[in-house]
């Protein structure tokens, strides 16, 4: 609206005004008048610069709020909208993760930390809304093609297991017993023993109960394997009654090295096998190296961890109903899927619309109270955060407690630096923003209660707000065959994760996200892409969040991931169940 011309001089003023005298008053006015034309042309360019600084101001004030639990809603998970009763669901947060109690469970404060660099990939993520994602995002470099899976593949006669039969009881979870029962495969081939089917440790960690046939399908596992090594469910009724400790059959870790050789195998156990009939092998927590190694012996591996592990209907059903959901009812057969998912690979029709389809984007958070305990690292929440922390410490990890007392162990700042703490959420989104994906890509999170629950979650859930879990895709009664069985329920996000579009890892370290990468790489056909962080550079570049900008920090963090998804063999000494492209494992073809 234009503004309003000044009022005219009342009559008794007019012929003063045109005096000599009148002249400084009339300067005066002119000067004002031209105050106002000027302030009307720069108007428009000063309510702009406006706008834009109280977009940045709410932007680092929604941040900041992150800080202040009691301040913000909680934030809400996005339900499958193919569900009929999403709407009545519709308030439940990340993971039934129940909200943490005492100090066990991290019940403090739980501050988000980098909140400038949030900001900053708040505003980046709204800006590339219209933009088309990087070219790789969703893809492996074009050389992943030329390994094609081959373990399969077997040029030797079935061994007959007479030296006597081979017992393990597999400590840890889901991922730890996998590793541990396709070592006990190849064990019982190189001492022509017979294994008895795996037994599994109830662990007051894990809390369940579950045994091989709970998770695995016994007749499927045995029979695959009958052209390798002779499998049997029990140990013959005559040898049931042995002592075995008494008779010295109990080998336990501190007998067998960790990654020990074929050939201690054959020196120490092969005589009291032939001795007793009979060894049992107690934890067998990665008791087998995987270099030096005959190459047969190798693919046997292989073999067993890729193609004769196969999930029971039960789970193999459920993880279907997962990815179906995940994927908008799209049906589409896959080796993969065949492998994880049975005869419910192909239980769907095909979609009549195929823009109902979605990718999805799987997130392995490795960031549970007992990860961020051991790792001795600083988080951000202060004395708070140290003292709960160091309370979980002295219950769980007394050796790590009572070793803080007489040695002097490396700060939290250099752990970090040295990329020895796991991501936590806020430092995995960054990079998730930083390479590429919009913010309305719909991720999957996989893990269990996440250390600080939803607090701790805040950052990502308000950056990626398409977020799910198998809590929040799954209904109540379609859970319950599976609660209080942590590896069940493991086993379903393994699902969910080996068929994603894409899968990030947090942790490179962990067991979990290791099988999870081997099981894409070996059936992902160069189509099923691993996001790998290098921790200790993504630090170093973390570190300057008070001053870096954005187009840096992106520049950066995509070089990184890039360089981690170079195609290459697996170098010596690389577990095959996490690269298995290497000639045991995998066939490479000329395009």
Request: proline share 7%; hydrophobic share 40%.
């Amino acid at each position: 609206m234009p503004e309003a011309a000044p009022p005219p001089l009342p009559l008794p003023l007019l012929a003063a005004a045109s005096s000599p005298a009148a002249a400084p008053l009339q300067r005066a006015r002119r000067r004002q008048q031209q105050h106002r034309r000027g302030w009307r042309r720069p108007r428009g360019l000063l309510a702009w610069g406006a706008l834009v600084a109280f977009f940045f101001v709410m932007n680092w004030w929604m941040f900041s709020r992150l800080q202040d639990p009691a301040a913000r809603p909680h934030f809400r998970l996005r339900r499958h909208p193919p569900r009929a009763d999403a709407a009545a669901r519709n308030s439940s947060s990340l993971s039934t993760l129940e909200e943490v109690a005492g100090a066990a469970k991290g019940k403090g404060p739980h501050r988000v930390m980098l909140t400038r660099l949030l900001s900053l990939a708040a505003h980046a993520l709204a800006e590339a809304e219209t933009r088309p994602e990087p070219n790789d995002l969703w893809e492996e470099p074009i050389n992943a093609t030329m390994w094609q899976p081959c373990s399969d593949q077997r040029d030797w006669e079935a061994s007959e297991g007479t030296n006597g039969y081979i017992m393990i009881s597999a400590n840890g979870g889901i991922n730890q017993q996998r590793v541990a029962i396709c070592n006990a495969v190849t064990i019982s081939r190189l001492l022509n023993a017979t294994l008895v089917i795996p037994k599994f440790f109830y662990s007051n960690v894990w809390l369940d109960k579950s045994q091989f046939g709970d998770i695995y399908q016994e007749d499927y596992f045995i029979n695959y394997l009958k052209s390798d090594i002779r499998i049997v469910k029990d140990l013959p009724v005559e040898l049931q009654s042995l002592d075995l400790e008494v008779i010295g059959s109990l080998v336990n870790d501190t007998d067998v090295m960790k990654e020990a050789k074929p050939s201690l195998y054959m020196k120490k156990i092969l005589p009291i096998l032939l001795r007793n009939r009979v060894v049992h092998f107690i934890g067998f927590g990665n008791r087998l190296s995987f270099d030096p190694i005959p190459s047969d012996l190798q693919r046997l591996r292989c073999r067993c961890n890729f193609h004769a592990l196969r999930f029971v209907p039960k789970i193999q059903e459920m993880g279907a109903l997962l990815v179906e959901r995940l994927h908008g009812h799209r049906s589409h057969l896959s080796p993969l899927k065949d492998n994880l998912l049975g005869q419910f690979a192909v239980k769907s029709a095909p979609s009549a619309n195929e823009s109902d389809a979605s990718k999805y984007l799987a997130v392995h958070l490795r960031f549970e109270i007992d990860m961020v305990a051991y790792s001795l690292c600083y988080f951000g929440g202060g004395k708070d955060e140290e003292d709960e922390l160091e309370a979980y410490r002295q219950i769980h990890f007394p050796v790590l407690t009572e070793l803080k007392k007489t040695t002097k162990l490396p700060s939290a700042a250099f752990l970090r630096s040295e990329g020895k703490c796991p991501l936590a959420p806020e430092e995995a989104v960054l990079m998730l923003a930083a390479i590429g994906f919009k913010r309305s890509t719909n991720i999957y999170i996989a893990g269990a209660e996440i250390y600080g629950g939803r607090h701790r979650m805040a950052a990502i859930s308000h950056l990626y707000p398409a977020l799910v879990t198998k809590e929040t895709l799954l209904s109540p009664s379609e859970l319950e065959p599976f609660r209080n069985f942590s590896s069940q329920l493991a086993a379903l996000d393994f699902i969910a994760c080996a068929a994603a579009d894409a899968f990030a890892m947090t942790d490179p370290g962990s067991q979990f996200s290791s099988l999870v990468q081997g099981y894409r790489m070996y059936y992902g056909g160069g189509n099923l892409p691993t996001i790998r962080p290098n921790k200790r550079r993504l630090a170093s570049i973390l570190v300057k969040n008070g001053t870096i900008e954005w187009q840096e920090f992106q520049t950066r963090v995509r070089k990184l991931i890039q360089q981690t998804k170079q195609v290459h063999e697996r170098p010596v000494a690389r577990s095959i169940f996490r690269h298995p492209r290497c000639p045991e494992c995998m066939c490479r073809t000329e395009h």
